[in-house]
């Protein structure tokens, strides 16, 4: 059911890390949909607790190398997701195909390679990230955020070498942290731990 408040194990992720950089997409426009999301009332990334601090380790690790992580999305409500459907079915929708998906027919778009009816990210441990500087500076990782399209693959063989360097050192410490990658897109990481692996979450970002 629908609710404004997180359940007990969530928290936000300025809480725990503060020092780790937000630029949540979904609360604008910048994103494959070109509008907000329904549920990002909020500019805040919310996480199970058990993920936001084996993110604050990956972003340790990171530090001492140079580099720093941004967090993309976090928790994501399932109202959001719905959204995400609903705009996956109207074809008549294409402001964003030259950003995000030139090569793939939209209708291609909802199913099993990009847009599902349930996202991990509504279990709360879940992250999309990327790598910058310790300064904040976006370093090349190939391709943008949610591009929908093969070179967005973690390990796609014609990745320039910066990108697939940058690409290597996200996913080294993320997994060393204890997350695993998503091989179609080298921002996706999720917990092996996470504590609510069969449930999906609907209330809102802004409220733990």
Not at 67 to 73: E, S
Not at 145 to 154: E, L, V
């Amino acid at each position: 059911m629908p609710t404004d408040r997180a359940p007990a194990g969530f928290v936000a992720l300025a809480d725990v890390a503060p020092t780790i950089r937000q630029d949540l997409r979904y609360t604008g426009s910048d994103n494959f949909v070109g509008s907000p999301l329904d549920g990002y009332r909020n500019a805040t990334c919310v996480l199970t607790l058990p993920a936001a601090l084996a993110l604050s380790r990956a972003a340790h690790v990171l530090a001492r190398d140079g580099y720093a992580l941004t967090v993309l999305d976090g928790y994501r409500p399932q109202r959001a997701v719905d959204h995400m459907r609903r705009w996956a079915a109207d074809p008549t929708d294409q402001a964003t195909k030259a950003r995000h998906y030139p090569r793939v027919a939209k209708e291609r778009l909802f199913g099993p390679d990009y847009i599902h009816t349930r996202s991990g990210h509504s279990r709360g441990s879940t992250v999309d990230v990327t790598l910058t500087t310790l300064g904040g500076r976006p370093l090349d990782m190939g391709t943008r955020f949610d591009f929908f399209d093969p070179r967005s693959h973690t390990d796609h063989p014609d990745t320039p070498l910066p990108a697939r360097v940058h690409r290597c050192i996200l996913g080294e410490a993320m997994t060393a942290a204890g997350f695993r990658n998503l091989p179609t897109e080298w921002w996706h990481f999720t917990l092996l731990e996470e504590p609510f692996p069969d449930q999906y979450f609907d209330f809102l970002p802004g409220h733990t």
